[in-house]
């Protein structure tokens, strides 16, 4: 099993910048990819950013270029930079980890998420 704890999320001002980071625990040897997702209200989960093994990156079309995904092997950490915020940014922020296999990856843990919130 693997235990994903989120933190950095809150209340910013439109245009602004947060930070997320994402601390993995447990069986860490069991996942090569970890990645942030988010979910608004009435909408569904979607892609932010992700890293899988090789340190290959992806990003969802609605932040990029206004965020920046990094992992921090050595901690076990993934963090993401969000800078520009919009209101439409508005979600929960969910922290996932995976592996791949001849099948694809597979985002078997998630966390908690974080609320982050783009208001003035």
């Not at 235990?3 to 997320?20: D, I, Y």
């Not at 989960?45 to 992806?58: M, P, Q, W």
């Not at 966390?111 to 919130?117: E, F, H, S």
Request: glycine letters at 12%.
């Amino acid at each position: 099993q693997v235990q994903l704890v989120e933190s950095g999320g809150g209340l910013v001002q439109p245009g602004g910048s947060l930070r997320l980071s994402c601390a993995a625990s447990g069986s860490i040897s069991s996942i090569n990819a970890m990645g942030w997702y988010r979910q608004a209200p009435g909408k569904e989960r979607e892609l932010v950013a992700r890293i899988l093994r090789f340190g290959t990156t992806n990003y969802g079309d609605s932040m990029k270029g206004r965020v920046t995904i990094s992992r921090d092997n050595a901690k076990n950490t993934v963090n993401l930079q969000m800078n520009s915020l919009k209101s439409e940014d508005t979600a929960v922020y969910y922290c996932s980890a995976g592996k791949y296999s001849s099948s694809g990856y597979r985002w078997d843990y998630w966390g908690q998420g974080t609320q982050v919130t783009v208001s003035s």
